[in-house]
């Protein structure tokens, strides 16, 4: 005999999705070719913080400059890991990461790979400046979008070898959010404008454009 509301949890449980049917909804909304760099971060917290929002938002990778060789070269070293699991909420095991000795090596990656990269800053960097909210972030079909040390934020290779600098408007008396906050907010607006890019257009520069544009967000389940 059943106790009552037994029929209903398990209804409930059999109308939530598996993972490997989560996985499989999500995917299209996954923003190709967007990587999130955290250049020599120094706080596990604000690593794991990143990683969560990339997979959260549907950032398809996070490099890591890593000069302390503070993270296994592989990601499924990094994936076992217990304290990139407990920061990054599991998401560690989601997204993929990929870690470099130093900036000049990933850069030289991302350019081989045809990637352009932008950086972020709360300061002016002497290029090119937009704000967060003026900014068009679906130009390039490859986008590499990078994040400073918690102190000493963006390293002038990164800035002299990157199309832009991002900077999230401050209203405050503190100089600079946290990194993992502005991973957040940064992403956040990127992602928003590379979906709704992707979701019009099969290929860059506005080519292949769709019949019907694909949805932009996917449907909120019961929780
Ligand atoms: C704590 S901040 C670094 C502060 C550092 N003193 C500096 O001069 O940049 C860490 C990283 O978060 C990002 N960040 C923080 N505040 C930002 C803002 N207002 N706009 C854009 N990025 C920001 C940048 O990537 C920065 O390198």
Redesign the pocket.
């Known amino acids: 005999m059943s106790e009552p509301g037994e029929d209903k949890a398990e209804k409930k449980n059999h109308s939530k999705p598996t993972v490997r049917a989560r996985a499989k909804a999500i995917k299209p909304f996954v923003c190709k070719n967007l990587i999130a760099v955290i250049?020599d971060p120094s706080d596990i917290k604000?690593i794991g913080t990143v990683i969560r929002n990339v997979n959260a938002l549907g950032v398809e990778k996070v490099y890591i400059v890593d000069p302390r060789k503070a993270l296994p070269d592989d990601w499924q070293d990094m994936r076992e890991k217990k304290s990139l699991s407990k920061t990054s909420v599991s998401a560690v095991k989601w997204s993929f990461v990929k870690r470099f000795d130093n900036t000049e090596d990933c850069l030289d990656h991302l350019e081989r790979k045809n990637f352009h990269s932008i950086?972020?800053?709360?300061?002016v960097k002497g290029m090119t400046n937009v704000y967060?909210h003026e900014g068009e972030f679906t130009e390039h079909a490859k986008l590499a979008v990078?994040?400073?040390?918690?102190?000493?934020?963006?390293s002038d290779m990164a800035v002299q070898r990157s199309d832009m600098?991002?900077?999230?408007?401050?209203f405050g008396m503190i100089?600079?959010?946290?990194?993992?906050?502005?991973?957040g907010?940064?992403l956040y607006e990127i992602t928003t404008q590379r979906r709704e890019y992707q979701s019009k257009y099969r290929k860059r520069d506005k080519r292949g454009k769709r019949s019907n544009p694909l949805p932009t967000v996917l449907a909120q389940e019961e929780s």
Do not use: D, Q, Y
Not at 146 to 154: S, T
Not at 175 to 183: P, Q, Y
């Open positions: 250049e604000n950086v972020t800053s709360p300061h967060l990078w994040f400073g040390n918690e102190k000493r934020g963006i600098c991002v900077a999230i408007p401050m100089e600079s959010l946290n990194l993992g906050t502005s991973s907010i940064v």
